[in-house]
């Protein structure tokens, strides 16, 4: 067990914890950092089994974590990468929609020059888009944890042994 540097578009992605096919990571390790679609395409192509741990219940205060972890989660979805999760809350608590705006989002209105019903619009379907990237990402996640979707991701092993 040890860390593995990943090379990624000219540049190293380390993971600290990782053995042979395994990696055992946090989620600010995997999404608290500016890790994107290629880095986790690259993690997706070198584990067929990741852990993520201390998952924390997900806001709209932490839209670039929650981006994140859904764009990880697509893509390790796609690639039949087995996935183990702990986290704060079960994953229907897990995403949390506090239902107003945070203070990032009122400054960059205001930058904007944006305010009253156009800034309630952009506000509404902004959160609009990302409950229903909360929902997918949920759904994706139930899925992941079935036998079915794991006994997909040993075959992928076998194939690639």
Known sequence: TGPRALPVLGRDVTLEKTCGSVADCTFDELCGRPLGASDYLEMAQMFDTVFIRHIPLLTL????QVRRFTTLVDIFYDSKVRVVLLAEAPLDRLFVHSGGEDERDRQLLDDL???????????LFTAEEEIF?????????KEMQSESYWMQGER?????I
């Open 133 to 141: 990237a909360f929902q997918r990402t949920v759904s994706r996640l």
């Open 113 to 123: 020059g944006l305010s009253g019903e156009t800034a309630n619009r952009l506000t």
């Open 61 to 64: 205060t932490l839209k670039d």
């Open 156 to 160: 992928r092993r076998l194939m690639n």
